[in-house]
């Protein structure tokens, strides 16, 4: 049983491929770089390849097929960076690698206070020596609304974390959950620009969702509102974010992922030019901290994502069949597939 593995970096995920690898009887190839045209023929011979973030188009799916690829598997939760029809249609089975919520939510929870702290503000001056303390007044959490947009697994213990801060916690989501309601009260959309002091963003990224907040829903929130977001960057209409900022409306925003950000995370690009403006001047602004789409990466994190990626192409493999060993040939559905 044979599966290429891309984008695998050496200095944390390469050991645990290598020690799950021999746990599970699986052939690895490791390939630090990330699946390409040029690269395709790394995966002839193995059913299953196992990806990072890269783009996978209809045209770069069709190459991988061609070299017997019949399993794909993203080592994310997120898969919105796969052209699902088109997988669909080669005969290629998407899956994902979801990982614990308590990194995310810890982090979402720490960019909301360095936000309402204005911690940026606050290193920068440490770093060049000034103690001064004007402009860097904060609020506390327990005089605020926090709306929380996506009540997933991630969102929950969001809520569940800001729940001993004394806040007004507000919920949104298309499917309500009775857990965030001990904590939370379910409001719409509407409610949430109108009464949140904070907004965080738990949601997946869907033809639905995308660009949800905009020019017209900054413009219904309340001024200085704090936009905060670990889900995907074009949730938020990066544009529309920083005429916000400029204008006042939005008084700080904590962004651990930004529109168009492919290609940029996770390299080394401190000596190019880079085709994203709109990154640029959100760093700029001493009330925006901008991360790198990092939110995730814990030790439990990577361990997770490398173990369940592998034994998710190893159930394929097997056919799916229940491993309980009962010899009843019940069918087991792979847990991490999304198609």
Not at 118 to 130: A, C, S, V, Y
Not at 283 to 297: D, E, S
Request: aromatic share 8%; hydrophobic share 40%; glycine share 10%.
């Amino acid at each position: 049983m044979k599966v290429t593995v891309y984008s695998c970096r050496e200095f944390d995920e390469k050991e645990l491929f290598i020690q799950y690898g021999k746990e599970l009887g699986l052939e690895l190839v490791l390939c630090p770089d990330a699946p390409s045209f040029q690269n395709v023929a790394l995966a002839k011979g193995s059913d299953c390849m196992d990806i990072l973030t890269t783009p996978m188009t209809e045209e770069l799916l069709g190459a991988f097929r061609e070299a017997g690829v019949r399993y794909l598997v993203t080592r994310t939760i997120g898969y919105d960076h796969i052209d699902i029809k088109a997988a669909k249609k080669l005969g290629i089975t998407v899956a994902n690698a979801p990982y614990g919520p308590h990194g995310v939510a810890d982090y979402a929870v720490m960019l909301i206070l360095m936000s309402i702290r204005k911690m940026k503000r606050i290193i920068e001056r440490t770093n060049i020596q000034d103690y001064t303390l004007k402009g860097a007044q904060g609020r506390e959490l327990k005089d605020m609304t926090i709306g929380v947009i996506g009540t997933g697994r991630i969102g929950r213990t969001v809520i569940s974390n800001l729940s001993g801060f004394g806040s007004k916690l507000l919920a949104y989501d298309l499917m309500e959950n009775e857990e965030v309601k001990k904590y939370a009260e379910y409001v719409t959309l509407e409610e949430i620009w109108k009464q949140a002091d904070i907004i965080t963003l738990h949601a997946p990224l869907t033809g639905e969702s995308f660009h949800m907040i905009g020019e017209d829903t900054i413009a219904k929130m309340k001024d200085g509102v704090v936009i905060i977001n670990t889900a995907r960057g074009a949730l938020i209409d990066s544009e529309a974010l920083i005429a916000g900022i400029e204008s006042g409306k939005v008084g700080a925003a904590g962004l651990d992922v930004v529109e168009n950000e492919f290609d940029l995370y996770y390299y080394d690009r401190k000596s190019d030019v880079l085709h994203n403006r709109e990154l640029a001047v959100l760093r700029g602004f001493p009330n925006v901290t901008v991360t790198h789409h990092m939110a995730f990466y814990t030790d439990e994190c990577v361990k997770t994502v490398v173990r369940d990626s592998l034994e998710g192409c190893k159930i394929f493999m097997e056919g799916n069949t229940n491993p309980d060993g009962s010899g009843e040939g019940k069918q087991r559905k792979n847990p991490w597939e999304v198609v």
